[in-house]
């Protein structure tokens, strides 16, 4: 992720100092201003299609073999639980979709990202917004298998709850 460089506040250059007992980036004017770089809120969910697979997605710029989970970033006043139902609804055209459970809170250090997760149950037919992604494809739940980082830490416990560690 790209660094900030300059002060959104007065413009000057921002330089390597102590703020809150952290090396962060502040203003070289005395207008007090800190970067504080904060771990950006995206929703996440794996989401149960007609309760035997799992919708997965890929983005529009990811490598062929890429896919994960539904994602999107949480909108200003939108709680988690209905920012991921509104990213489904957005990129696959679910509207017949449920939260089954809240499965947790990851870390996805290398983007900077808290990624709140949920378990989802959607029908219906899917209708994938071609502005955001360039691909989806349906796994059958036995045939999941987790990635080693970002939602994938999510994907191998609710594979594990289910009694289905990989």
Avoid at 56 to 65: C, D, F, K, R, V
Avoid at 77 to 84: C, L, S
Wanted: charged content about 25%; hydrophobic content about 40%; aromatic content about 10%.
């Amino acid at each position: 992720m790209p660094l900030m460089n300059y002060c959104p506040q007065c413009a000057s250059p921002l330089v390597k100092g102590e703020a809150s007992g952290r090396e962060r980036l502040i203003c070289s004017k005395p207008c007090g201003y800190i970067y504080y770089d904060n771990p950006l809120p995206v929703v996440g969910a794996i989401v149960e299609y007609d309760n035997d697979t799992v919708v997965l997605t890929q983005n529009i710029g990811w490598p062929a073999e890429w896919f994960g989970i539904v994602t999107g970033f949480l909108e200003r006043g939108e709680a988690p639980a209905e920012a991921i139902l509104r990213e489904i609804e957005e990129e696959l055209g679910l509207t017949d979709a449920r939260i089954v459970e809240f499965l947790g809170i990851y870390p996805f250090f290398q983007r900077n990202e808290i990624i709140f997760t949920y378990h989802v149950r959607a029908t219906g037919t899917i209708r994938m917004d071609e502005t955001e992604l360039q691909a989806i494809k349906l796994v059958p739940v036995n045939e999941l298998k987790p990635w080693p980082f970002g939602t994938g830490p999510a994907v191998k416990e609710w594979l594990a709850k289910r009694g289905m560690v990989r």
